[in-house]
């Protein structure tokens, strides 16, 4: 029983689906002022990284915050302390494939983490009086929102038993040319 063109038709459906999507990777230093003089850098680490994201206009902007910790030596190198700071930030991250189509009604901005801050290097600077803390990180994002697709429809087929199905399934695979 093979197709024709009158048993094929498109219909319209409204379904939520990945409107847009993009990532960015980046490095950002950020000065961290110990209460003391360093001398040398003993480690750095970032925690508490926290983060919110909002879609304004055709990118998504990202918040967040984190914990820079710093150990430090000081006084020659005779005693060590930990600088800690709360470092907040601002991602722009463009989309790619942004749906037109997409309503901005209901929308649902997520984004992961694909990379968690780390400290990539800290370095003594201005006499001692300050640190320079390099961090990476990357984030990638998703908008979910509501969209029209178009799907290809065809009729059911009325089988009258178990040989006329397996004829329609196995049947040449012509009618779906690429």
């Not at 850098?41 to 909002?54: D, L, P, R, T």
């Not at 005779?78 to 907040?88: L, P």
Request: aromatic share 8%; hydrophobic share 30%; with cysteine.
């Amino acid at each position: 029983m093979a197709r024709t063109d009158k048993d094929y038709r498109a219909r319209e459906i409204i379904t939520n689906a990945v409107c847009g999507s993009g990532s960015k990777y980046s490095q950002t230093t950020y000065t961290i002022r110990p209460a003391n003089r360093p001398t040398t850098i003993g480690g750095c680490w970032v925690m508490n990284h926290s983060y919110e994201a909002e879609l304004v206009g055709d990118v998504v902007e990202v918040h967040g915050r984190f914990d820079v910790n710093v150990w430090y030596s000081y006084h020659g190198n005779s005693e060590t302390a930990v600088a800690k700071d709360t470092v907040t930030y601002t991602e722009t991250i463009p989309l790619r494939e942004l749906d037109p189509h997409c309503s901005r009604d209901n929308i649902k901005v997520s984004v992961k983490v694909l990379q968690q801050p780390n400290c990539l290097d800290a370095t003594v600077v201005d006499s001692g009086h300050e640190i320079l803390v390099r961090v990476e990180k990357e984030l990638a994002t998703e908008i979910v929102g509501e969209t029209k697709v178009w799907v290809l429809t065809v009729d059911q087929p009325h089988f009258k038993d178990d040989e006329d199905i397996e004829d329609e399934v196995f049947e040449d695979d012509d009618d779906f040319e690429d």
